[in-house]
């Protein structure tokens, strides 16, 4: 199929229009203002400016794939045509967005076109920027041809490193806190690699060359490795691989002494959801039962354990921790039941929206004046007992903690363990479950409900067990958060929990067990740690989820059954989503 | 099929449960109503109030409740953006409306002005959900069925925090409108003009929209997709074409609802959307989903149980704060209706997977 | 498989290289700064030197390098529904960095904003994160109380101190809130003057003898208005309702219309902005409470609160800190505001917050100790110990002195009603038209 020019053309200007667009966009709801605080490299770009240049530079990528003819030799001097016009495109939708500022008050609608945000824009005032933007689009237009042009064994290392120094100068404040608190020589590095706001020029140019040559290392090698590793005779094999557990296991064991208490903080919570996505993986990964309510069996462990360890007025009785898991989740496993009797009948989304009924009837329930006597209603439960590993001293008075004489679980460095073990043991007994009788009569299940019960798989049975287990692995996840937090609070409990768990199983991959766990790591723990860019979190998240699931449907990490079925569906189908994908 | 003892066992443990359930809820509500009526805390006039108050709720839940059951109908898929798109609206609707306000056009044409506010308020929601369909639906159109609604939680968040961006998290208080201050009486009793002009708006915009569904050729189309897309395109209809326009129709009546609502309860800001979306999910929901007149019974269901519910089957039987708990209610009666009849108020019975 | 196995390894090795690295000079830390400062000495030259300065703090002192700038975080409430509570103290705390010259003695002031969610889990992860960062000299937050339960613990054990501009709940300051609270102090007011001096407003100013009440569900509120109803009763009068409703609900008509069964002559809801402003613009509709008096707490007393609830805000009640105390330059601290963020604020505590910043700002003043090459020591003990002993601190929400129990505030509230609706008439210091105005004490 022959390009012709002017659809070029015009290819190249709506490339360009779209990303400027979209720089106007992140100008308009005040990203670049606040992000031009925080640096990329240090005094050189900040990380506002690096936005801009990436959808100026995007936008030359984008315009140039459009220009190459796939059945053709490249034809370099169309692709930088294109390039470059979308690169000019997008500085000229940012003068005339300029300008338009400055003839009428945008203001009056939009709060972040502030002045500051143009004094930004417009270098402190004077009238520069009518040449400076177009030349810089056109910069970073060509800027993306080239890149484009590149053959593939450059570009994919370059556009990693930009992308890998760009995470790191992201999350630098992070490495920075905890590399100086190693002091000695560590401390130095972290202080020539990071500065306050971003990487130090050094920092970046180093992070920029390594992660190249590592790159390029390893596309040119990994065959050869690879190779090398199946020559290895299998008892060599399996060791390697139990070198490789023990190098897991270690760096497990090691990681919240060397990063400190906020990482283990993360992992844990991490740690938590995983714990709720495996529970929600059984009713809705492997069983099919879609549960918008999850956060009620949460709800129910985080109570249980909370009334039963408690110093507080509300405690009614003073147990350890470890007496007191065992019966939250013996709790949430019959509240699964008592859940999951009365919408045995009800199917589809008719079930997603009255389990969302659930949840927050518990967390309306938990908040009550009504219940307030037992639950503590909008005051909370606090005075939470730590898990003690030894003896606990007697309970001498109300509001008054028991003294642990062994090791306490104070601090998010100790309960790191705690939550991580059990996360692993509850994927343990997920995964063994997957395999089970059981397992397999909920696939059943999800398949096609009327089949599985003719070929004699007991519906009630199978769909109470889904809901019993689900709700076993919630609550413990539950009674985990509770001694993390130290105090219980409805306000906890929200119905945005839930969801939570829905998104991060299908965006790990639906039934897939290290899916969650890989899906946890990246709904839960990224925003965790972007807390710092607070008011732009949720834009993040909610641009990720659109994305990954344009991306990856099937999910990070699927699970075979998925993947086949995706495989099995319609041809036709298929290929319309692979078109529409290639469009978007 | 051969069952045993246990099975057996179970099988009756179930249904003792779920009918103990059903007959004590059943308890609750006759006894709190017999109490409270006996109790004789409110005077009539306060009954119907609770009444007009719970309509004039439930016509705006109903809105937004169509566009939820129109794009479920036809793609089965929970749109969960909706309640972003029914926000966006009401933020359309404001700015036009603070500025006509300003120029003095409200005071002089109410009527010219609350209708040129809605239809702005509906161009802005009908523009944005457009969008969020060409970028986060149309992609997934044939992925799996939890995969759209994934995107559409990410296209929730998104527009929140758009709006938050482009907006701030202060409130924005619609101008008052001195045509809709004060009462009209019928029989009487007062009744809120508000509440009339909202209620009778959202029937005139539910009316035209039953039209375009039911006697148009495009509604024809609709309903032909929505029961089979594939025999729809043999026939000769533009699927894609269809699914656009379902998305425009329901964001517009979502967009109306943001106006009306903003008119009554005064204030928006970018969270406004979250909860009345939940709302109107449910509803949409308790009508049984996909069911045009179901959305609406549904959502006038929901708004009556809501506002006289607490103080109905609550007050009486020594439950303080009933209205802390009226969510509370309203899902209980939601799993109630769903007990008895598994698909909704008007839902059919759906035998297979949904 | 493959890219997953490179993903893994990368992560491996790299994680097992740090923990290499970083896992052995550990225990050396303490002797670290003399060890290597001569094999490198190019390199730290500007900074092992000459330690004029020997930190004698009981918990560990900052040093701020020249070049390096002060480093102080804000935590609180930036997203979700909650979010505009926060963003307003943020936003007093950067006009009072702005009004320091974005400098304290010659050093950049760098502000870390923190989101904690308004929820306990929230604050606790919040302050984890900022007790790690050792650059941090001091903190403003949080904004909600439940935020401070979660993440005060974490705060006061890394040695930190922080100034709540918005948390009432009157445990936090209680003479016997433990040690865990040394590093907390507020310029917000604690809820237990408040309830007291609306019930009293109530029973001897207006001589209403039946109340009601209504709160959201939330802390805040729901405490607020039961020390109101309580000290209601003691002074004699009854409490004939006590409701309330979600705190996401839009549609008070029928829990009002619950109230007015009861026949209230006096109603008070201490909510929030959103509530707040929807019971207001409601109330008058409901039969039965054309004529009832209204009255809120500090929760509402905005001009957001004009907004949401529109004409009916005429005549209604605020509680809220004694604004007549206030001797600062609340009007040039708004015109700031304007010029810098555009429209009206977002809640009440923006002043509170400027105030505790520049307290925060004014310890570190008196702590501060700085080498012959630039380098600024602070003491964390010494620093916290000057916040506690601020006294008679001309901040603009009124004189400042903080109690040994970490109360700042002016604990002097006034009761105001609401003189005019309009949001932009919206100034309770003015001298001579003031809206709302002081009538009580």
């Given amino acids: 199929?022959?390009?012709?020019?002017?659809?070029?053309?015009?290819?190249?200007?709506?490339?360009?229009?779209?990303?400027?667009?979209?720089?106007?966009?992140?100008?308009?709801?005040?990203?670049?203002?606040?992000?031009?605080?925080?640096?990329?490299?240090?005094?050189?770009?900040?990380?506002?400016?690096?936005?801009?240049?990436?959808?100026?530079?995007?936008?030359?990528?984008?315009?140039?794939?459009?220009?190459?003819?796939?059945?053709?030799?490249?034809?370099?001097?169309?692709?930088?045509?294109?390039?470059?016009?979308?690169?000019?495109?997008?500085?000229?939708?940012?003068?005339?967005?300029?300008?338009?500022?400055?003839?009428?008050?945008?203001?009056?609608?939009?709060?972040?076109?502030?002045?500051?945000?143009?004094?930004?824009?417009?270098?402190?005032?004077?009238?520069?920027?009518?040449?400076?933007?177009?030349?810089?689009?056109?910069?970073?237009?060509?800027?993306?041809?080239?890149?484009f042009l590149l053959p593939e064994k450059f570009r994919q290392p370059i556009t990693r490193a930009i992308f890998i120094t760009f995470l790191m100068a992201l999350f630098s404040g992070l490495f920075r806190v905890i590399m100086i608190n190693r002091a000695g020589s560590i401390a130095k590095l972290a202080?020539?690699?990071?500065?306050?706001?971003?990487?130090?020029?050094?920092?970046?140019?180093?992070?920029?060359?390594?992660?190249?040559?590592?790159?390029?290392?390893?596309?040119?090698?990994?065959?050869?490795?690879?190779?090398?590793?199946?020559?290895?005779?299998?008892?060599?094999?399996?060791?390697?691989?139990?070198?490789?557990?023990?190098?897991?296991?270690?760096?497990?064991?090691?990681?919240?002494?060397?990063?400190?208490?906020?990482?283990?903080?993360?992992?844990?919570?991490?740690?938590?959801?995983?714990?709720?996505?495996?529970?929600?993986?059984?009713?809705?990964?492997?069983?099919?039962?879609?549960?918008?309510?999850?956060?009620?069996?949460?709800?129910?462990?985080?109570?249980?354990?909370?009334?039963?360890?408690?110093?507080?007025?509300?405690?009614?009785?003073?147990?350890?921790?470890?007496?007191?898991?065992?019966?939250?989740?013996?709790?949430?496993?019959?509240?699964?039941?008592?859940?999951?009797?009365?919408?045995?009948?009800?199917?589809?989304?008719?079930?997603?929206?009255?389990?969302?009924g659930f949840g927050e009837i518990v967390r309306l329930l938990a908040g009550s004046d009504f219940l307030a006597p037992f639950f503590g209603g909008p005051q909370g439960i606090i005075g939470i007992q730590k898990p003690c590993l030894g003896t606990l001293g007697e309970f001498l008075k109300v509001d008054v903690p028991r003294i642990c004489n062994g090791i306490e679980f104070g601090g998010p460095k100790e309960i790191y363990y705690l939550a991580v073990a059990s996360a692993i043991l509850v994927a343990?007994?997920?995964?063994?479950?997957?395999?089970?009788?059981?397992?397999?009569?909920?696939?059943?299940?999800?398949?096609?409900?009327?089949?599985?019960?003719?070929?004699?798989?007991n519906l009630i049975q199978t769909k109470l067990l889904a809901y019993m287990l689900g709700a076993a692995f919630a609550g413990l996840g539950g009674a985990i958060f509770t001694v993390l937090v130290g105090s219980i609070f409805a306000t906890s409990m929200q119905l945005i929990v839930s969801i939570n768990v829905v998104a991060l199983?299908?965006?790990?991959?639906?039934?897939?067990?290290?899916?969650?766990?890989?899906?946890?790591?990246?709904?839960?723990?990224?925003?965790?740690?972007?807390?710092?860019?607070?008011?732009?979190?949720?834009?993040?998240y909610g641009a990720a989820l659109i994305m990954m699931m344009l991306a990856k449907p099937e999910g990070l990490w699927p699970s075979q059954a998925t993947l086949r079925e995706l495989h099995h569906e319609d041809p036709g189908e298929d290929l319309d989503v692979a078109s529409s994908q290639a469009k978007a | 099929m051969r069952t045993s003892f246990g099975e057996r066992l179970l099988d009756l443990a179930v249904n003792g449960f779920l009918w103990?359930?059903?007959?004590?809820?059943?308890?609750?509500?006759?006894?709190?109503?017999?109490?409270?009526?006996?109790?004789?805390?409110?005077?009539?006039?306060?009954?119907?109030?609770?009444?007009?108050?719970?309509?004039?709720?439930?016509?705006?839940?109903?809105?937004?409740?169509?566009?939820?059951?129109?794009?479920?109908?036809?793609?089965?898929?929970?749109?969960?953006?909706?309640?972003?798109?029914?926000?966006?609206?009401?933020?359309?609707?404001?700015?036009?409306?603070?500025?006509?306000?300003?120029?003095?056009?409200?005071?002089?044409?109410?009527?010219?002005?609350?209708?040129?506010?809605?239809?702005?308020?509906?161009?802005?929601?009908?523009?944005?959900?457009?969008?969020?369909?060409?970028?986060?639906?149309?992609?997934?159109?044939?992925?799996?069925?939890?995969?759209?609604?994934?995107s559409a939680i990410g296209a929730s968040f998104f527009l929140q925090y758009t709006f938050r961006g482009f907006f701030g998290p202060g409130v924005y208080a619609y101008p008052s409108m001195k045509a809709l201050d004060g009462e009209w009486i019928f029989f009487g009793i007062g009744i809120l003009k508000v509440q009339i002009v909202v209620t009778i708006a959202a029937v005139v915009m539910m009316s035209i929209l039953y039209s375009i569904v039911m006697f148009t050729k495009i509604g024809k189309a609709m309903r032909a997709v929505s029961e089979n897309k594939d025999v729809a395109a043999l026939m000769g209809i533009d699927v894609n074409r269809i699914i656009v326009t379902t998305f425009a129709l329901g964001a517009a009546m979502a967009g109306a609802a943001g106006v009306l609502y903003a008119l009554t309860y005064r204030q928006v800001n970018f969270f406004t959307g979250f909860t009345p979306g939940i709302k109107a999910f449910t509803a949409a929901v308790l009508g049984g989903i996909g069911n045009i007149p179901g959305a609406m019974v549904g959502g006038l269901v929901l708004g009556i149980v809501e506002s006289v519910g607490p103080a109905l089957f609550l007050d009486s039987i020594g439950i303080p704060r009933p209205y802390q708990l009226k969510d509370a209610i309203a899902y209980i009666m939601l799993v109630m209706i769903l007990l008895f009849r598994p698909s909704g108020i008007l839902g059919e019975r759906v035998s297979k997977k949904a | 498989?493959?890219?997953?196995?490179?993903?893994?390894?990368?992560?491996?090795?790299?994680?097992?290289?740090?923990?290499?690295?970083?896992?052995?000079?550990?225990?050396?830390?303490?002797?670290?700064?003399?060890?290597?400062?001569?094999?490198?000495?190019?390199?730290?030259?500007?900074?092992?030197?000459?330690?004029?300065?020997?930190?004698?703090?009981?918990?560990?002192?900052?040093?701020?390098?020249?070049?390096?700038?002060?480093?102080?975080?804000?935590?609180?409430?930036?997203?979700?529904?909650?979010?505009?509570?926060?963003?307003?103290?943020?936003?007093?705390?950067?006009?009072?960095?702005?009004?320091?010259?974005?400098?304290?003695?010659?050093?950049?002031?760098?502000?870390?904003?923190?989101?904690?969610?308004?929820?306990?889990?929230?604050?606790?992860?919040?302050?984890?994160?900022?007790?790690?960062?050792?650059?941090?000299?001091?903190?403003?937050?949080?904004?909600?109380?439940?935020?401070?339960?979660?993440?005060?613990?974490?705060?006061?054990?890394?040695?930190?101190?922080?100034?709540?501009?918005?948390?009432?709940?009157?445990?936090?300051?209680?003479?016997d809130r433990g040690p865990d609270y040394a590093g907390y102090l507020r310029t917000a007011h604690s809820d237990a003057f408040q309830g007291k001096a609306v019930a009293e407003f109530a029973y001897n100013f207006l001589k209403v003898t039946k109340a009601a009440t209504l709160h959201d569900g939330s802390t805040y509120a729901q405490a607020l208005q039961q020390v109101f109803a309580d000290e209601f009763v003691k002074l004699g009068g009854t409490i004939v309702a006590q409701e309330a409703v979600a705190k996401d609900a839009t549609d008070m008509k029928p829990v009002l219309t619950t109230i007015a069964a009861a026949k209230p002559e006096f109603l008070y809801y201490p909510v929030f902005v959103a509530v707040g402003g929807y019971v207001t613009a409601q109330i008058r509709d409901v039969a039965g409470l054309e004529n009832v008096k209204i009255a809120g707490s500090d929760g509402i007393f905005t001009a957001?609160?004009?907004?949401?609830?529109?004409?009916?805000?005429?005549?209604?009640?605020?509680?809220?800190?004694?604004?007549?105390?206030?001797?600062?330059?609340?009007?040039?601290?708004?015109?700031?505001?304007?010029?810098?963020?555009?429209?009206?604020?977002?809640?009440?505590?923006?002043?509170?917050?400027?105030?505790?910043?520049?307290?925060?700002?004014?310890?570190?003043?008196?702590?501060?100790?700085?080498?012959?090459?630039?380098?600024?020591?602070?003491?964390?003990?010494?620093?916290?110990?000057?916040?506690?002993?601020?006294?008679?601190?001309?901040?603009?929400?009124?004189?400042?002195?903080?109690?040994?129990?970490?109360d700042c505030g002016a604990p002097v509230i006034a009761v105001y009603e609401i003189m005019n609706s309009d949001p932009a008439s919206w100034n309770p210091s003015d001298a001579t038209n003031p809206n709302p105005k002081k009538i009580f004490p």
């Fill in chain 1, 505 to 540: 199983i299908i965006v790990g991959g639906m039934g897939s067990i290290p899916g969650v766990i890989v899906g946890a790591i990246a709904l839960i723990g990224m925003p965790e740690l972007l807390r710092e860019v607070s008011e732009y979190r949720f834009l993040f």
């Fill in chain 1, 1 to 147: 199929m022959m390009i012709k020019k002017e659809n070029l053309i015009w290819i190249a200007i709506k490339t360009g229009l779209l990303s400027g667009v979209i720089a106007i966009f992140l100008c308009l709801i005040g990203m670049i203002e606040v992000f031009s605080k925080r640096d990329v490299i240090e005094h050189i770009i900040t990380l506002g400016d690096f936005i801009l240049l990436v959808s100026a530079v995007s936008a030359g990528i984008i315009a140039a794939r459009a220009a190459s003819n796939p059945d053709q030799e490249k034809q370099p001097l169309k692709n930088y045509l294109a390039g470059a016009l979308a690169g000019l495109t997008t500085g000229i939708l940012i003068i005339a967005f300029i300008g338009l500022s400055q003839t009428i008050n945008l203001r009056s609608v939009f709060l972040s076109a502030s002045p500051s945000l143009f004094k930004l824009l417009t270098f402190k005032g004077g009238t520069s920027w009518i040449w400076i933007y177009p030349s810089i689009g056109l910069a970073s237009g060509l800027l993306g041809t080239t890149l």
């Fill in chain 2, 20 to 150: 103990g359930f059903r007959i004590l809820i059943v308890v609750i509500v006759v006894l709190g109503t017999f109490l409270t009526i006996r109790a004789g805390k409110y005077t009539s006039e306060q009954w119907i109030d609770f009444v007009v108050f719970g309509i004039s709720q439930g016509s705006i839940y109903a809105l937004i409740a169509l566009g939820y059951t129109m794009v479920y109908g036809i793609l089965r898929m929970i749109n969960f953006a909706h309640g972003e798109i029914f926000m966006s609206g009401a933020f359309g609707g404001y700015f036009i409306a603070t500025w006509l306000t300003g120029i003095g056009f409200m005071d002089k044409y109410p009527v010219f002005g609350l209708i040129i506010s809605m239809m702005f308020g509906m161009l802005v929601s009908t523009l944005i959900a457009l969008l969020v369909e060409r970028i986060a639906y149309r992609p997934l159109r044939g992925a799996p069925r939890l995969v759209p609604l994934i």
């Fill in chain 1, 428 to 457: 343990f007994i997920a995964l063994r479950l997957q395999k089970s009788r059981l397992g397999r009569a909920w696939m059943a299940i999800r398949e096609d409900e009327d089949v599985a019960e003719a070929l004699g798989i």
């Fill in chain 3, 304 to 406: 957001d609160l004009l907004k949401g609830g529109g004409e009916n805000t005429k005549g209604m009640y605020l509680s809220s800190p004694d604004f007549s105390a206030f001797t600062g330059d609340y009007a040039g601290f708004i015109a700031k505001h304007t010029a810098k963020y555009g429209g009206t604020t977002l809640s009440t505590f923006h002043a509170h917050a400027y105030d505790a910043a520049n307290i925060l700002f004014a310890a570190l003043g008196k702590v501060a100790v700085a080498d012959a090459d630039g380098t600024l020591h602070v003491g964390r003990q010494a620093l916290r110990d000057a916040i506690y002993a601020t006294k008679d601190f001309k901040g603009i929400t009124g004189t400042l002195s903080c109690s040994p129990s970490g």
């Fill in chain 1, 191 to 356: 202080k020539y690699l990071f500065g306050q706001t971003g990487l130090t020029l050094s920092g970046a140019t180093i992070f920029f060359v390594a992660i190249i040559a590592i790159s390029m290392f390893w596309t040119a090698r990994s065959k050869n490795l690879q190779e090398g590793f199946s020559r290895i005779p299998k008892a060599g094999q399996t060791s390697l691989r139990v070198a490789l557990y023990v190098l897991l296991a270690y760096v497990v064991i090691m990681l919240p002494q060397v990063s400190g208490p906020f990482i283990a903080q993360v992992v844990v919570i991490v740690s938590l959801y995983a714990l709720m996505g495996l529970g929600l993986n059984i009713t809705l990964g492997f069983a099919g039962l879609l549960d918008l309510g999850f956060v009620a069996f949460f709800a129910v462990g985080a109570y249980t354990v909370g009334l039963l360890t408690s110093y507080g007025i509300f405690g009614l009785q003073h147990i350890p921790f470890w007496v007191a898991v065992p019966i939250a989740v013996l709790v949430a496993m019959m509240f699964g039941a008592f859940l999951g009797l009365p919408v045995l009948g009800v199917r589809g989304d008719y079930l997603a929206i009255a389990t969302l």
């Fill in chain 3, 1 to 175: 498989m493959n890219k997953r196995l490179f993903a893994l390894l990368s992560v491996l090795v790299l994680a097992s290289m740090m923990l290499a690295a970083c896992g052995a000079p550990a225990p050396a830390a303490t002797e670290a700064p003399a060890a290597p400062a001569a094999t490198e000495a190019p390199v730290v030259a500007t900074e092992a030197p000459v330690a004029a300065f020997q930190c004698t703090d009981a918990i560990g002192c900052v040093d701020i390098a020249p070049g390096e700038p002060v480093h102080i975080a804000y935590w609180g409430v930036l997203s979700g529904p909650d979010s505009s509570l926060g963003e307003d103290s943020k936003r007093g705390v950067e006009i009072a960095i702005d009004d320091m010259g974005g400098k304290f003695q010659g050093h950049d002031i760098l502000l870390t904003t923190e989101d904690a969610g308004c929820t306990p889990e929230g604050g606790a992860t919040a302050a984890t994160k900022l007790a790690t960062d050792t650059s941090i000299v001091g903190l403003i937050g949080s904004s909600c109380s439940d935020e401070t339960v979660g993440g005060i613990a974490t705060l006061t054990n890394a040695g930190l101190t922080t100034i709540s501009p918005s948390n009432t709940r009157p445990v936090l300051t209680s003479p």
